[in-house]
């Protein structure tokens, strides 16, 4: 294939959308170092990804779960997979979380110069 289009991807992956967010990430990752699957032809990497896509080299399912794992935060945990101090302890030795304490309040004075304060911006002669 000597160039790729959208046209040609679009037949793969339906929606624009998860077109353009599957092709970075694998671009992405040939930046990152993984192995690509078709002749470079001295193209740029989201080129390659695209044609990578057009000629049905990848797995989009796997590249779809690597992109959602890349980017969560969280990583549930299995009821199974408990940390095992969680498991030993009996229920009526758990601790409670200790509070927080209380913010001090602040005058009503105070907090006008505060509030003055953020609205002016910085005291420190730049503009």
Known sequence: MARVTVEDCIEKIPNRFRLVLLSAHRARNIAAGADIRVDRDNDKNPVVALREIADERLDLDSLGESLVNGLQ???????????????????????????????????????????????????????
Not at 86 to 100: M, N
Request: charged share 35%; net charge negative.
């Open 73 to 127: 935060r969280v990583i549930p945990q299995d009821d199974d997979e408990a940390p095992s101090h969680a498991r030993s302890q009996p229920a009526e030795e758990t601790a409670e979380p200790k509070a927080l304490p209380a913010p001090a309040e602040m005058d009503e004075a105070a907090m006008l110069k505060a509030l003055q304060s953020d609205r002016d911006g910085p005291n420190d002669g730049r503009m």
